[in-house]
Structures are given as C-alpha cells and as structure tokens.
C-alpha cells in the first residue's frame, strides 16, 4: 500500500476500531485517535489483542500508539472480524 492510499483510508476511518497491519506482520488493533501526513495514532482497545497493549497515552497525550504511515500494509476494520 502507498503512503497516500494509507493516509486516506486512516482519514476516512478515523473514530474507529480498525486492525492496521505493518509490512514487518505487526497487527495493531484499536481506534484512530488522530491522522497527520506521518503517523497515525490508534488507541488499543482493552482486550482486543494486537500489539501495543498498555501504552496508554504513551508519548502522546492520551491519543495511544503511533504508526508511520509509509510502515503500513494494510488496514481493515475492525468490526468485519468476528472473536
């Protein structure tokens, strides 16, 4: 996925809980706090697994875990998946 595809789907979901997936395989789960052209920001959803769990407002205030948009694969949202 190119940075701009990724950048635009971020926008498109934000306030949502959504798995992002790395190119390294990291799966992150939780809702879009915040989007800038750089990084996306999810807060991780207790209980709903992905790496990033426990990182509370860490380095941002409140808005959860950040994510460099060029080191996204995919991103999906997280209510088509069923536990």
Known sequence: MQPREA???CCRHM???VCITEKC??????????VDR????????RGFGGFGLGFWG???????????IGAIAGIA???AFRW
């Open 15 to 17: 306030g949502k809980r």
């Open 38 to 45: 750089d990084m996306v920001w999810i807060m991780p959803n």
């Open 25 to 34: 395989g990291r799966k992150h789960y939780g809702t879009i706090t915040r």
């Open 58 to 68: 860490f380095g941002g205030g409140g808005l959860g875990i950040g994510i460099a």
């Open 7 to 9: 950048y635009d789907l």
């Open 77 to 79: 949202l997280a209510g």
